[in-house]
């Protein structure tokens, strides 16, 4: 997951995602 800049990207959006479930 934390392989490239575009990959923790899109792990920290999907934690956000997580957390906040707008």
């Given at each position: 997951?934390?392989?490239?800049?575009?990959?923790?990207g899109?792990?920290?959006?999907?934690?956000?995602?997580?957390?906040?479930?707008?």
């Amino acid at each position: 997951i934390f392989s490239s800049k575009g990959d923790i990207g899109i792990y920290r959006n999907f934690k956000r995602e997580t957390t906040k479930p707008v």
